[in-house]
């Protein structure tokens, strides 16, 4: 059924997305919530740069990665002159690639769930004598779990997915840098559909099962908040 | 002790200009038409919008002046806004308790019991935000600002989102609200009718100004304001309970210009009550009237006529030393030979007791 390698991209893959779901949450929440409530002007540049990732293809993302942080690139020159091995095909290389490609998908629902909370119910907590601090972690967190939900499930999810950006800047090291996603290809390469399907059957249920959860759940959350 | 206020802000089209002092006790109404910077005014002194260069002072407590900006969450503030914004993931206890979990000082002068006791919400506590009606959740959210004991008390319109019925509901709420606590409240309304029966003193804006501040009593008579140019001109008067009539069922109430009888009272011989007398019912004979079935009538000199339009004449009239409006016709002012200074009666056909 599933080879040795199979299990070891299955790993890596699971490894990947997780660390860079909890990436992406890290870094993203505070982007979002000043993404929702800065009246800076040149706002929309950042809310472009991050969309990119959307319409471009994978490979391009991961060509410039690739460019950026290997031996010979600004940051990878950087490492080697440090002493540090560069990023380029390690699985560190990989979590940065995947941080990029999977921003968009995390960081606009957050967006949008503070967006829709509001400034009332931090005022009113203000009134109250709730700090600054006080008031995210009291009221705007709790009140954007449909969006933290629906944020860790779809940054999850398009990690899982992940092939272009992947194959450019990780290479293909079976049992280092191999996921999912290319393993399949690498069946398919090789006239292994059996494999291929079994790994392509595996991901596609589990990409549903986490999909119908989110949905479940958020249309609980909305009937409740409402 | 007193809130005194200093600030200009001017944007263009968007220009504040107040410069204000007023007492710290009872309730305050800031009163004016839409844009006048009601709302503005409250969320300055709440800190909500930082006004650079405001200066204001609350009880001699400086929470604004120059560079000087103390944060919202350090003022001593309860504030209710038009909508009641409860917080939806906590139930209504978890949204009274959230103040109190963050008091510096643990001696609330109001405790948690009697306030839900004052605002009747006993039976909502283990409720969400979203299963009660809408005039339940205000009440909740005056009984959230109450709990903390703040120094201050801030309305911004808190019935203008709700229906005539559902007012009618929490308006004895906030009646009975400056009668057990001692906090001074700033309400901010634009309807007439609530400032009539809640406020004591009252600030008057205008497009961005102060253009009267004073008792509400003195204001509502004042000729040159357009509170006393409305259809629903109306005098407030100060009144004592001094007799129930059982007989008759009415009540005797005490001011300085005589006794009026309204109808009998709940309230107790010896309080304070507040009468209003709107300028429509109040009309004007030379001679006092013996054969008529008007009851208060009273011995008044004009002090000042104003036309209202063709048609119409405003009257201030002094009964007592108390001053009293009456509406009447033009043509009657002609017939009667009424002037400023002359003696009348003033027949007042009748009065309601507010409070």
């Known amino acids: 059924m599933f080879t040795a390698d199979d299990f070891s991209a299955l790993l890596i893959t699971l490894k990947l997305a997780t660390i860079s779901t909890l990436i ?9 919530w000043w993404l929702a409530h ?36 600004p940051i990878g020159g950087m490492m080697s002159y440090l002493g540090l091995q560069p990023l380029a095909f390690t699985f560190s290389g990989l979590v940065i690639g995947s941080v990029f490609y999977s921003m968009p998908f995390v960081i606009q629902p957050l967006q949008n769930a503070f967006s829709t909370i509001g400034q009332r119910p931090l005022e009113v907590a203000a009134t109250l004598g709730a700090s600054p601090m006080d008031r995210f972690f009291s009221i705007a967190l709790p009140l954007a779990r449909p969006g933290f939900l629906t944020a860790t499930v779809l940054g999850f999810a398009h990690t899982l997915g992940e092939f272009g950006v992947v194959l450019m800047i990780g290479g293909n090291i079976p049992s280092n840098t191999q996921v999912l996603s290319i393993a399949i290809y690498d069946h398919v390469e090789a006239m292994e559909y059996t494999q291929a399907h079994w790994i392509s059957g595996a991901l596609l249920i589990f990409s549903f099962l986490l999909l119908i959860s989110v949905y479940a759940l958020n249309r609980r959350f909305s009937v409740q908040y409402k | 002790m007193t809130i005194d206020v200093k600030l200009a802000i001017n944007r263009g089209d968007f220009s504040l200009n107040f410069d204000f002092s007023i007492p710290s006790q009872g309730v305050t109404a800031i009163f004016g038409p839409s844009g006048c910077g009601k709302t503005s005014l409250l969320r300055m002194i709440a800190g909500l919008d930082h006004i650079p ?31 009641p914004s409860l917080f939806s993931h906590l139930t209504i206890q978890q949204n009274l308790e959230y103040g109190l979990k963050r008091l510096k000082t643990k001696s609330s002068l109001i405790s948690l019991t009697s306030t839900i006791e004052l605002l009747a919400i006993g039976h909502l506590l283990t409720r969400k935000p979203q299963q009660l009606s809408g005039g339940e959740q205000q009440r909740v959210a005056i009984a959230r600002a109450l709990v903390t004991s703040p120094d201050i008390l801030l309305l911004d319109e808190p019935l203008a989102a709700l229906d005539h019925v559902l007012k009618e509901e929490i308006l004895p709420y906030l009646e009975s609200l400056q009668d057990t606590l001692d906090i001074p409240i700033l309400y901010v309304s634009h309807s007439r009718n609530e400032v009539a029966r809640l406020a004591d003193h009252l600030l008057l804006l205008k497009a961005g100004r102060i253009e009267a501040s004073g008792s509400v009593n003195q204001l509502f008579a004042r000729l ?4 006393a140019h409305d259809s629903a001109t109306e005098t407030l008067i100060s009144a004592v309970v001094v ?24 309230l107790a011989v010896g309080s304070h009550a507040r009468l209003q007398i709107f300028a429509r019912d ?5 001679e006092k009237q013996s054969n008529t079935s008007i009851l208060n009538i009273f011995p008044a000199q004009i002090d000042k006529m104003v036309s209202e339009g063709n048609t119409q004449i405003t009257l201030r009239l002094i009964i007592g030393n108390i001053p009293v409006l009456a509406r009447i016709t033009r043509k009657s002012t002609h017939d009667l030979g009424l002037h400023q200074g002359k003696a009348v009666f003033a027949q007042i056909k009748s009065v309601a007791l507010l409070s």
């Open chain 1, 24 to 32: 992406l949450l890290l870094l993203g929440t505070p982007l979002a």
């Open chain 1, 38 to 73: 800065s009246r800076w002007r040149f706002k929309f540049l950042i809310e472009a740069v991050i969309a990119l990732p959307l319409v471009l293809p994978p490979t391009v993302i991961g060509f410039y990665l690739l460019i950026t942080l290997g031996p010979n690139g």
């Open chain 2, 53 to 83: 260069n405001a200066y204001l002072n609350i009880n001699g407590q400086c929470w604004q002046d120059g560079q000087y900006f103390l944060a919202p969450h350090k003022r001593s503030i309860g504030y209710v806004f038009q909508e």
């Open chain 2, 224 to 227: 040159d304001l357009d509170l």
């Open chain 2, 243 to 266: 007799k129930h009539d059982d007989d008759f069922q009415l009540s005797h109430l005490h001011f300085s210009g005589g006794c009026f009888y309204v109808t009998r009272s709940p």
């Open chain 2, 282 to 286: 109040v009309s004007i004979t030379l």
